[in-house]
């Protein structure tokens, strides 16, 4: 315990110095910059602008073959407690595994493995995003490409070497989940057309031509089953996508326009479009970037959206954003990337509760048909060697919480009702957002810096009034729950101790002690004629969420 309490203070006095210097640093090159700034922002409870749906609350299971180990199904349920996961949750229906030829040479499928699957995340009250991804090798026209799983597993991506048998195979899928879980059920579904096809890992030579004839007989095998059933494609990479947006107009052309591989008539099923797209590339920026960047991710989102409507027939089609994250390459850590720290630290709780602000006020304002916000989970297909290692995940090998997964668990406290909201100024740093159930109202607002990787930008002060119609005697309790360096952040805890590779238990229960969603202070009850303005700094990359519960 000495030991413990010597190296935690010694640690932290070492953490103080350091910032005392980057404050000190930044006044003597740029003045006083770094003076606390007032953002006022009013929230009127009697105006409803609309409901807030969970849009930002998807998830990939990623890698999919985990589901069904003890690992995977105890991920599973954290994301269903968290709010991580409250729509949908996005898996591989992994057909290699079903494939069954019999001696007279008869090809049938058994889908029990994947049925194991659907029934994990279906308990947590999700639905399914199912993607057709992996080719059977003895329907693989290049059974030699394969693509190289975790652990050792490998799953074939190669083009069928007969395009009727990947369409039995497809409509054998639909039937078999329609038959077993219901329309009801099924109905909620999505499905989509194999996975990133311009990126040479996911698809033979990422030949686009042949992945136009592999969507197109999938789209005419489900919806020859059922043509309600919703579909979707291309999937293809956000850098890739970016620096070349020709690949998705591409595909877009031929949906509108083009001659059906399947029915050989004009145009091609689609009932939404997904898209990836991050806020980097590789654990860094975007091309041309130094930095992460949520505005960069919209920019991306709002071209692909701008291409799109170019065909008049595809304008009412909604884009999905099936996969996002702050930066791409979700293995690619610290030790390569330094700015992959901010996959560890508040900049992701910032980052993601900025990203669901910038939506509300997108979909209030200038909707452009943007939904299906899926995180990318990804860094969990290699095995960690220690804690914190910047891969994107949202907990760590030690089952540390990460603050993004905080920040989940925040917005997992609103109601459902938007409410109207308004700031002084037009602040590019601060976002913000309310509403309220029958009983309580939230505040969300955050102060993103793209650019401060490190905390190290400038603090705001936030003024914030309510104006609602209380009853005379009433009173309030006010929450104020809190994500930054000092709070809800157990990065900061396992700095402190270190950084240890292999923490022992001491050490290991501090930090878990710090991993959860905290306060910023204890809860205070007030009468409401007593309530003023509620004031408070808000620190670079924090998060705050301010309830206030009326009885």
Same mark, same amino acid.
């Given at each position: 315990?000495?030991?413990?309490?010597?190296?935690?203070?010694?640690? $932290?006095?070492?953490?103080?110095?350091?910032?005392?210097?980057? =404050?000190?640093?930044?006044?003597?090159?740029?003045?006083?910059?770094?003076?606390?700034?007032?953002?006022?922002?009013?929230?009127?409870?009697?105006?409803?602008?609309?409901?807030?749906?969970?849009?930002?609350?998807?998830?990939?299971?990623?890698?999919?073959?985990?589901?069904?180990?003890?690992?995977?199904?105890?991920?599973?349920?954290?994301?269903?407690?968290?709010?991580?996961?409250?729509?949908?949750?996005?898996?591989?229906?992994?057909?290699?595994?079903?494939?069954?030829?019999?001696?007279?040479?008869?090809?049938?499928?058994?889908?029990?493995?994947?049925?194991?699957?659907?029934?994990?995340?279906?308990?947590?009250?999700?639905?399914?995003?199912?993607?057709?991804?992996?080719?059977?090798?003895?329907?693989?026209?290049?059974?030699?490409?394969?693509?190289?799983?975790?652990?050792?597993?490998?799953?074939?991506?190669?083009?069928?070497?007969?395009?009727?048998?990947?369409?039995?195979?497809?409509?054998?899928?639909?039937?078999?989940?329609?038959?077993?879980?219901?329309?009801?059920?099924?109905?909620?579904?999505?499905?989509?057309?194999?996975?990133?096809?311009?990126?040479?890992?996911?698809?033979?030579?990422?030949?686009?031509?042949?992945?136009?004839?592999?969507?197109?007989?999938?789209?005419?095998?489900?919806?020859?089953?059922?043509?309600?059933?919703?579909?979707?494609?291309?999937?293809?990479?956000?850098?890739?996508?970016?620096?070349?947006?020709?690949?998705?107009?591409?595909?877009?052309?031929?949906?509108?326009?083009?001659?059906?591989?399947?029915?050989?008539?004009?145009?091609?099923?689609?009932?939404?479009?997904?898209?990836?797209?991050?806020?980097?590339?590789?654990?860094?920026?975007?091309?041309?970037?130094?930095?992460?960047?949520?505005?960069?991710?919209?920019?991306?989102?709002?071209?692909?959206?701008?291409?799109?409507?170019?065909?008049?027939?595809?304008?009412?089609?909604?884009?999905?954003?099936?996969?996002?994250?702050?930066?791409?390459?979700?293995?690619?850590?610290?030790?390569?990337?330094?700015?992959?720290?901010?996959?560890?630290?508040?900049?992701?709780?910032?980052?993601?509760?900025?990203?669901?602000?910038?939506?509300?006020?997108?979909?209030?304002?200038?909707?452009?048909?943007?939904?299906?916000?899926?995180?990318?989970? $990804?860094?969990?297909?290699?095995?960690?060697?220690?804690?914190?290692?910047?891969?994107?995940?949202?907990?760590?090998?030690?089952?540390?919480?990460?603050?993004?997964?905080?920040?989940?668990?925040?917005?997992?406290?609103?109601?459902?009702?938007?409410?109207?909201?308004?700031?002084?100024?037009?602040?590019?740093?601060?976002?913000?957002?309310?509403?309220?159930?029958?009983?309580?109202?939230?505040? =969300?607002?955050?102060?993103?810096?793209?650019?401060?990787?490190?905390?190290?930008?400038?603090?705001?002060?936030?003024?914030?009034?309510?104006?609602?119609?209380?009853?005379?005697?009433?009173?309030?309790?006010?929450?104020?729950?809190?994500?930054?360096?000092?709070?809800?952040?157990?990065?900061?805890?396992?700095?402190?101790?270190?950084?240890?590779?292999?923490?022992?238990?001491?050490?290991?229960?501090?930090i878990k002690s710090r991993m959860d969603l905290e306060m910023m202070k204890k809860?205070?009850?007030?009468?409401?004629?007593?309530?003023?303005?509620?004031?408070?700094?808000?620190?670079?990359?924090?998060?705050?969420?301010?309830?206030?519960?009326?009885?």
């Amino acid at each position: 315990m000495h030991e413990l309490s010597l190296s935690y203070y010694f640690n $932290s006095y070492q953490i103080l110095m350091n910032k005392l210097i980057i =404050v000190l640093v930044t006044i003597l090159f740029f003045g006083f910059s770094v003076k606390e700034d007032t953002v006022s922002i009013k929230v009127d409870t009697t105006s409803v602008v609309g409901k807030l749906e969970p849009f930002w609350a998807r998830q990939i299971i990623h890698p999919t073959e985990f589901l069904l180990t003890e690992w995977g199904k105890d991920f599973v349920n954290m994301l269903a407690e968290s709010g991580a996961a409250r729509q949908y949750i996005r898996i591989y229906n992994q057909p290699e595994r079903a494939f069954r030829l019999d001696d007279s040479g008869k090809i049938t499928y058994d889908w029990s493995h994947f049925d194991q699957m659907a029934e994990i995340i279906l308990a947590t009250g999700n639905k399914l995003n199912v993607v057709f991804f992996g080719m059977p090798y003895e329907l693989a026209l290049y059974p030699e490409s394969v693509k190289k799983r975790p652990y050792g597993g490998l799953v074939c991506i190669s083009p069928p070497k007969d395009y009727v048998q990947w369409q039995d195979l497809c409509a054998d899928f639909t039937k078999h989940v329609i038959s077993k879980y219901g329309w009801d059920q099924v109905k909620d579904w999505t499905f989509r057309c194999w996975n990133e096809p311009d990126h040479r890992g996911f698809w033979h030579e990422s030949n686009q031509k042949e992945y136009l004839v592999l969507y197109d007989h999938f789209a005419h095998a489900v919806k020859s089953v059922n043509p309600a059933i919703k579909i979707g494609g291309p999937a293809l990479t956000s850098t890739g996508t970016y620096n070349n947006p020709e690949n998705f107009k591409f595909f877009l052309e031929h949906v509108a326009n083009g001659i059906n591989h399947a029915t050989g008539k004009k145009g091609s099923p689609i009932d939404y479009l997904a898209v990836h797209t991050y806020g980097g590339s590789g654990g860094g920026g975007g091309p041309g970037r130094d930095f992460p960047d949520l505005d960069y991710m919209l920019e991306q989102q709002f071209r692909l959206a701008d291409m799109r409507d170019a065909y008049p027939v595809l304008r009412n089609v909604p884009i999905h954003i099936e996969e996002w994250g702050i930066s791409s390459g979700g293995t690619t850590g610290v030790s390569t990337r330094p700015t992959a720290d901010v996959r560890n630290s508040e900049y992701g709780a910032a980052f993601l509760t900025s990203l669901v602000a910038r939506h509300i006020d997108i979909r209030q304002t200038n909707d452009r048909l943007l939904d299906g916000f899926t995180f990318c989970s $990804s860094g969990y297909e290699t095995i960690a060697e220690s804690d914190f290692m910047g891969y994107r995940t949202l907990h760590t090998k030690s089952g540390f919480h990460k603050p993004i997964l905080n920040a989940y668990k925040l917005l997992n406290r609103l109601g459902d009702n938007l409410l109207r909201i308004d700031a002084s100024s037009a602040n590019q740093h601060i976002t913000s957002f309310a509403t309220k159930d029958e009983n309580k109202i939230s505040i =969300v607002v955050s102060n993103y810096q793209h650019d401060k990787i490190y905390g190290e930008g400038q603090s705001y002060s936030i003024d914030l009034n309510i104006k609602h119609e209380w009853k005379p005697n009433a009173k309030v309790l006010i929450n104020h729950w809190r994500i930054d360096q000092q709070h809800s952040n157990a990065y900061t805890i396992f700095k402190e101790l270190g950084s240890p590779k292999l923490p022992y238990p001491m050490q290991v229960d501090a930090i878990k002690s710090r991993m959860d969603l905290e306060m910023m202070k204890k809860p205070e009850t007030l009468a409401v004629r007593d309530m003023k303005g509620i004031k408070f700094d808000l620190p670079c990359n924090a998060v705050s969420l301010i309830e206030i519960e009326i009885y």
